[in-house]
Antibody, heavy 117, light 112 residues
Framework: QVLLQESGPGLVKPSETLSLTCSVS????????WSWIRQSPGKGLEWLGY???????NYNPSLKSRVSMSVDTSKDQFSLELSSVTAADTAVYYC???????????WGQGTLVTVSS | DVVLTQSPLSLPVTLGQPASISCRSS???????????LNWFQQRPGQSPRRLIY???KRDSGVPDRFSGSGSGTDFTLKISRVEAEDVGVYYC?????????FGQGTRLEIK
């Protein structure tokens, strides 16, 4: 059974950078595509982007140049950085395993990140 | 970007009765390889989303056979043949054919 666990600060100040890490266990990170998806309070799901174990990435253009993802295969972890955050970035952030076409079959439990001074 | 429009947004259902959720795409979801990358997810209260269906109609392991997916092109449907109490939650369709990947706005299923 593949398990994903998000970690990182639950509170980020406006204009700063949100940083989260997803740890993968029960399977190798060296296959599949690894995504970040967020859910704003009371709202739906938004795909932020994904990274392949080689480091190749694909980001949602809605985030423009604010998003960056990285992978550490030695630790079976991948990470998200979202810069210049505002209150609109307050959300539950999920990491998920999937394919080039999404098809997210395993999800983390999610972590709430609040943007506030 | 592809917009997925779900209906209804709220779905009150009597236990044991069928339920149906529609998902319409602003573009065809048929990919160059002939596959259609349309998924359905269930999000129970307080939980992460769980994939139920992928490639329109392929049911995930462990998903009860009362759940079924159908459709083609731009019109898709998730059906529950007999609703049970554990089916309460929000259901999302999601497309992976076009970038950026996108989700429908969700349909909230509740028991009458």
């Amino acid at each position: 059974q593949v398990l994903l666990q998000e970690s990182g600060p639950g509170l980020v100040k406006p204009s700063e950078t949100l940083s989260l890490t997803c740890s993968v266990s029960g399977g190798s990170i060296s296959t599949f595509y690894w995504s970040w998806i967020r859910q704003s309070p009371g709202k739906g799901l938004e795909w932020l982007g994904y990274i392949y174990y080689t480091g190749s990435t694909n980001y949602n253009p809605s985030l423009k140049s604010r998003v960056s993802m990285s992978v550490d295969t030695s630790k079976d972890q991948f990470s998200l950085e979202l810069s210049s955050v505002t209150a609109a970035d307050t959300a539950v952030y999920y990491c998920a395993r999937g394919t080039w076409f999404g098809e997210f079959d395993f999800w983390g439990q999610g972590t709430l990140v609040t943007v506030s001074s | 970007d592809v917009v997925l429009t779900q209906s209804p947004l709220s779905l009150p259902v009597t236990l044991g009765q069928p339920a149906s959720i529609s998902c319409r795409s602003s573009q065809t979801l048929v990919y160059n390889d002939g596959n259609t990358y349309l998924n359905w997810f269930q999000q129970r209260p307080g939980q992460s989303p769980r994939r139920l269906i992928y490639k329109v109609s392929k049911r995930d392991s462990g998903v009860p056979d009362r759940f079924s997916g159908s459709g083609s092109g731009t019109d898709f449907t998730l059906k529950i043949s007999r609703v049970e109490a554990e089916d309460v939650g929000v259901y999302y369709c999601m497309q992976g054919t076009h970038w950026p990947l996108s989700f429908g706005q969700g349909t909230r299923l509740e028991i009458k």
